[in-house]
Every structure is written in C-alpha cells, then in structure tokens.
T-cell receptor, first 114, second 110 residues
Framework: DAMVIQNPRYQVTQFGKPVTLSCSQT?????MYWYQQKSSQAPKLLFH???????NEADTPDNFQSRRPNTSFCFLDIRSPGLGDAAMYLC?????????????FGSGTQLSVL | DQQVKQNSPSLSVQEGRISILNCDYT??????FLWYKKYPAEGPTFLIS?????DKNEDGRFTVFLNKSAKHLSLHIVPSQPGDSAVYFC?????????FGAGTRLTVKP
C-alpha cells in the first residue's frame, strides 16, 4: 500500500545533541510537510517542500532544518534540541499545493529530550 | 495565534446516538475545511471535507456543516459506533496554509 512512513517511532536524544527524523513516501506526492504536535495541542506546521522548493514558517526556530534529497524522502534536523522540543513530529504529504488538497500523514515520531 | 479552535477536548456518547463535534475559526480567508480522525499510534487520516461554497457535505454516517457567517463548522456522526472512538481534528485551509485545531477525543460507549 502506498503510504507515508516515519522512522523511528520513538526517538530519545540528549539535550543539545543533534537528531534527525526521517520520512519517506510512496505516494509520489509533490508536497511534503513537517508538523510539530505537543501534548493536547494542535499540530503546528514547521515547514514544507513543494518539490524542491523549501518554505519555512515565519515562527519556526532556526534550530529546525529540513532536507529533501529526492521526491520520496524528507528529513527533519534538530541541531541542538532543547527540553521544549520534546513533541510528536508528524510528516505529511499532499499531491499538490493549493485548495482542496488533503494531507496524508505518517504515524509520527515521538521525540524525547533528556 | 490559534486560528482554529476546538473548545471541547473530549466528548462521550452512547453507541447508536449522534456525535456532534464542533470547530470555530477566526480567519475569514479560509476556504476549505477538513476533518481528520486519529487512532492511537497512528497518524491522522482524512475523514471528510467541505468547500466554503457549500454549507453541508455528507458521506455515509458523517456529515459536515459549515456556517460561514458564524465561522463555525461541525461534524455529525450518526449513528455513532464504538469504532468511531478516536481523536478528531478540525482543519482549515487557505491557499497552501492548513491550520489545525487541538482535537476532540470522542469516546463511543457500547
């Protein structure tokens, strides 16, 4: 089945130690997104790629970076994780950009920062 | 700022009854609205959507109502089933900017 896959399911890192979360998709969708969701809060968009074009949300901290080496893969790099970065990170895709597009989500990576 | 709000963190209903989940938004530029459903240990999955040119969209047991003047939408599930127990997220979109509510946890009791 075509899907969005996130690895690992759980990730533990130390305060200040760089960490990378990965996402892959078999849907061949043009757009890939990274959302951060803290407990009982709304998922918050960090950035998205439309093909190779990177779009950063204005309030996304510089500590967060992303790479999309090809259509199928997208990575979230947290350069120096702080305790406040502990959250669920959701990767999503959409076929295209614009209205009437729905998102397809992965199962998420739960990040803990010790 | 929170442009999409789901004011009820949780809702409990009896099997066979109607479930009504509510959502309010503040940005009048939103023109497409969606509901996603999330089971534990899974990502959200698309459930139903509605364009701003409509006030109702129905898909089986699920109906979404949109009241643009009140900036309010609701999801009706009739009849509710235990398998509907999940977290439901409301989302609103303008261009390529999709905003989510914090979710409502629905529990359907047998």
């Amino acid at each position: 089945d075509a899907m969005v896959i996130q690895n690992p399911r759980y990730q533990v890192t130390q305060f200040g130690k760089p960490v990378t979360l990965s996402c892959s998709q078999t849907l061949n969708h043009n757009v890939m997104y990274w959302y951060q969701q803290k407990s009982s809060q709304a998922p918050k968009l960090l950035f998205h790629y439309y093909d190779k074009d990177f779009n950063n949300e204005a309030d996304t901290p510089d500590n967060f970076q992303s790479r999309r080496p090809n259509t199928s893969f997208c990575f979230l790099d947290i350069r120096s994780p702080g305790l406040g970065d502990a959250a669920m990170y959701l990767c999503a895709t959409s076929r295209d950009a614009g209205i009437n597009e729905k998102l397809f989500f992965g199962s998420g990576t739960q990040l803990s920062v010790l | 700022d929170q442009q999409v709000k789901q004011n009820s963190p949780s809702l409990s209903v009896q099997e066979g009854r109607i479930s009504i989940l509510n959502c309010d938004y503040t940005n009048s530029m939103f023109d497409y609205f969606l509901w996603y459903k999330k089971y534990p240990a899974e990502g959200p999955t698309f459930l139903i959507s509605i364009s701003s040119i409509k006030d109702k969209n129905e898909d089986g047991r699920f109906t979404v109502f949109l009241n643009k003047s009140a900036k309010h939408l609701s999801l009706h599930i009739v009849p509710s089933q235990p398998g509907d127990s999940a977290v439901y997220f409301c989302a609103a979109s303008a261009d390529n900017d999709m905003r989510f509510g914090a979710g409502t946890r629905l529990t359907v009791k047998p």
